[in-house]
């Protein structure tokens, strides 16, 4: 049975309960955060718990991130076995439990604190090797997205027509510019260099999307954050996605057309390989 973390205590999933009125649940007023664990340990911890802080000041939620680091650690520890390829921990804050009203709540309150530890059901090498496909859609979220809120419903319908479609990913597009998927970043290969989405308040600053940056550069690649037209990604050479839990993945088709050869390229290749090879080894410089 899943142990979870939930206001200070470690508690079977079952015997988790969270207030009908807590504002997480009536208003999505809420930060989370998800971190990749390999090899029995969080990568890149220090930056997400970052993301996070800065995420629980933009909407002002008052909460220390003291001790959640040993959170994770506890979590990984009770649920994910170390030869797991790849979990994750969820962490969620919510503003807490008020009576219903669209403002902060007048009294102070204490925030809500949930935590659990999660599997990813990762493509064997076999499929990572075929690609995988996009399909387009609008990008009809709202102009926060750079703050990581639960509410994510547009993400959810935009993920949904995806699966209707046969795909595994979203572009979303806004005034016909691609901004990134439905919850992950987007990045081409286009005349040799690797190019993505500049950090606005558009897309999430991904912290895959900024590690693989740095790799990016490290293996010699010119990276140009800039505006991408969807006819610029359809004329890319390669197109992949990064986050948490896609790592890097190649995207060889969008709208059922392919990208450069149909097949996963070089870029993304290296990029795959040397992120594993660092998350693995828990190098998280």
Same mark, same amino acid.
């Given at each position: 049975?899943?142990?979870?973390?939930?206001?200070?205590?470690?508690?079977?999933?079952?015997?988790?309960?969270?207030?009908?009125?807590?504002?997480? /649940?009536?208003? +999505?007023?809420?930060?989370?955060?998800? @971190?990749?664990?390999? !090899?029995?340990?969080?990568?890149?911890?220090?930056?997400?718990?970052?993301?996070?802080?800065?995420?629980?000041?933009?909407?002002?939620?008052?909460?220390?991130?003291?001790?959640?680091?040993?959170?994770?650690? !506890?979590?990984?520890?009770?649920?994910?076995?170390?030869?797991?390829?790849?979990?994750?921990?969820?962490? $969620?804050? &919510?503003?807490?439990?008020?009576?219903?009203?669209?403002?902060?709540?007048?009294? #102070?309150?204490?925030?809500?604190?949930? +935590?659990?530890?999660?599997?990813?059901?990762?493509?064997?090498?076999?499929?990572?090797?075929?690609?995988?496909?996009?399909?387009?859609?609008? %990008?009809?979220?709202?102009?926060?997205?750079?703050?990581?809120?639960? +509410?994510?419903?547009?993400?959810?319908?935009?993920? $949904?027509? +995806?699966?209707?479609?046969?795909? @595994?990913?979203?572009?979303?597009?806004?005034?016909?510019?691609?901004?990134?998927?439905?919850?992950?970043?987007? /990045?081409?290969?286009?005349?040799?260099?690797?190019?993505?989405?500049?950090?606005?308040?558009?897309?999430?600053?991904?912290? @895959?999307?900024?590690?693989?940056?740095?790799?990016?550069?490290?293996?010699?690649?010119?990276?140009?954050?800039?505006?991408?037209?969807?006819?610029?990604? !359809?004329?890319? %050479?390669?197109? /992949?996605?990064?986050?948490? &839990?896609?790592?890097?993945? #190649? &995207?060889?088709?969008?709208?059922? $057309?392919?990208?450069?050869?149909?097949?996963?390229? *070089?870029?993304?290749? *290296?990029?795959?390989?040397?992120?594993?090879?660092?998350?693995?080894?828990?190098?998280?410089?």
């Amino acid at each position: 049975m899943s142990i979870v973390y939930l206001n200070g205590e470690y508690l079977p999933i079952s015997e988790a309960k969270v207030s009908v009125e807590d504002r997480g /649940f009536l208003f +999505a007023d809420a930060i989370y955060e998800s @971190t990749p664990v390999y !090899r029995g340990r969080a990568f890149l911890l220090d930056r997400h718990l970052r993301r996070l802080s800065n995420g629980l000041a933009a909407l002002r939620i008052d909460y220390g991130l003291e001790g959640l680091a040993a959170v994770h650690e !506890r979590l990984i520890e009770e649920n994910v076995p170390v030869d797991t390829p790849l979990a994750f921990v969820y962490v $969620q804050v &919510t503003r807490g439990v008020a009576p219903r009203g669209h403002a902060f709540p007048s009294q #102070p309150v204490t925030p809500t604190v949930y +935590a659990f530890a999660g599997m990813v059901d990762k493509p064997g090498q076999a499929r990572w090797d075929e690609g995988f496909e996009a399909i387009t859609v609008p %990008d009809r979220r709202w102009a926060r997205v750079d703050v990581k809120t639960t +509410a994510l419903t547009a993400n959810v319908m935009a993920q $949904q027509a +995806a699966v209707e479609a046969g795909a @595994t990913d979203v572009v979303m597009v806004r005034d016909g510019m691609v901004t990134e998927g439905s919850h992950n970043n987007i /990045f081409a290969v286009i005349d040799g260099s690797v190019v993505t989405a500049p950090e606005t308040n558009y897309i999430l600053h991904g912290i @895959t999307r900024e590690y693989v940056i740095e790799l990016a550069e490290e293996l010699g690649y010119a990276v140009h954050q800039r505006p991408i037209s969807v006819e610029d990604l !359809r004329a890319a %050479d390669e197109v /992949f996605y990064t986050g948490t &839990t896609t790592e890097v993945r #190649p &995207t060889v088709r969008i709208d059922n $057309q392919p990208i450069g050869d149909g097949k996963p390229g *070089a870029v993304a290749r *290296a990029l795959q390989a040397l992120y594993l090879r660092r998350a693995q080894g828990n190098v998280s410089a």
